[in-house]
């Protein structure tokens, strides 16, 4: 193996390291169970699947390169705001908005290029300009054509209550970013 294939591998390898680890990191952080050492390993595996991105071979300013600038910005919000968590609301917040984010985009690079690396999927997307999903014609894909009520059951009655009717609820999700412990 050569120099350039030894950095390709590592860097993949890291990579899907980081989305595996990624995932139940932000399970946890959902649950209100996270632990700091699964985040901990999350953020240093995403921070060094974007840092390793650079020393790979490059031919000018690509999308990659624009996205893990735009990554390691992120992780940098992440980080600052981690040390702050206990003191604000709105850290709570960028710390959580930052790690799915960071998951995102490490998850968007990951299938773009499987699409360009992997023989059984680039025939699908052979120029790499196709749409990633094309509705058929006259489906009703647009949020115009989303205007008509929600489905009624069998009573008649809307599927959604009406907002008058409920008592605000906080879901489980939202009670690590609200700093809400029960």
């Known amino acids: 193996m050569t120099l350039p294939q030894i950095l390709i591998a590592g860097h993949t390898l890291i990579s899907l390291v980081a989305i595996v680890v990624g995932v139940f990191a932000l399970r946890d952080v959902f649950r209100a169970q996270a632990s700091s050492g699964s985040l901990t390993t999350f953020i240093v595996l995403a921070i060094a699947t974007s840092a390793t991105g650079f020393i790979l071979p490059l031919h000018g300013v690509s ?18 705001s981690r040390g702050r968590l206990r003191g604000s609301r709105w850290a709570r917040w960028i710390y959580v908005g930052g790690l799915v984010a960071s998951e995102y985009l490490l998850i968007f ?54 907002p008058a009717s409920t008592r605000p609820t906080v879901p489980a999700s939202s009670h690590f970013i609200s700093g809400y412990r029960p």
């Open 63 to 80: 999308p990659a390169v624009v996205i893990s600038i735009l990554a390691l910005i992120i992780l940098a919000a992440v980080l600052l």
């Open 109 to 162: 690079v990951g299938v773009v290029q499987a699409f360009t690396k992997v023989a059984p999927l680039k025939v699908l997307a052979p120029t790499q300009s196709e749409p990633p999903s094309r509705p058929p014609r006259g489906s009703s894909s647009s949020p115009s054509s989303w205007s008509g009520s929600w489905p009624s059951g069998r009573s008649g009655r809307r599927a959604c209550p009406s």
